[in-house]
């Protein structure tokens, strides 16, 4: 396991997906699986930054789990910031034209569509976010 605390800032997007890119190339990640974790990452960590402690800014980990069989691995992002869990929301009707849709949910359903498993958590006063993806 590997683990990264840093401030949870718009800024950091980059830092934190250079941090979890090292993790998947040590691996031998396909480029397209690395790519679909890389646009979590700036969906996920650019909603802490944005929401979770407003106005304020506050840490935020990122842990890089790998599992075995089948290969595997597993991105949690933690932080201590206002309790939402983002899989509550209902998913946008992508069948609606852009126009017709809510604002809204379109980057949450992309990890949940592009993710193999995706959970939440409010445990001990933190959000608890785990994305996984075989390798």
């Given at each position: 396991m590997k683990e990264l605390t840093i401030d949870a800032t718009v800024e950091n997007i980059e830092k934190v997906t250079a941090f979890v890119d090292e993790q998947l190339e040590a691996?031998?990640?396909?480029?397209?699986?690395?790519?679909?974790?890389?646009?979590?990452?700036?969906?996920l960590f650019g909603n802490i930054a944005h929401y979770a402690y407003n106005p304020e800014v506050g840490p935020a980990t990122v842990r890089v789990d790998v599992l075995q069989e089948p290969l595997s691995v597993v991105v949690t992002f933690i932080d201590n910031g206002v309790a939402y869990d983002p899989l509550a929301k209902e998913d946008p009707d992508v069948a609606l034209s852009a126009e017709e849709r809510k604002i809204g949910g379109l980057g949450i359903y992309m990890v949940k569509k592009s993710m193999d498993e995706i959970s939440y958590e409010y445990k001990d006063g933190q959000n608890i976010l785990r994305i996984k993806k075989q390798i």
């Open positions: 691996l031998g990640c396909p480029w397209k699986a690395q790519m679909q974790i890389d646009i979590a990452i700036d969906e």
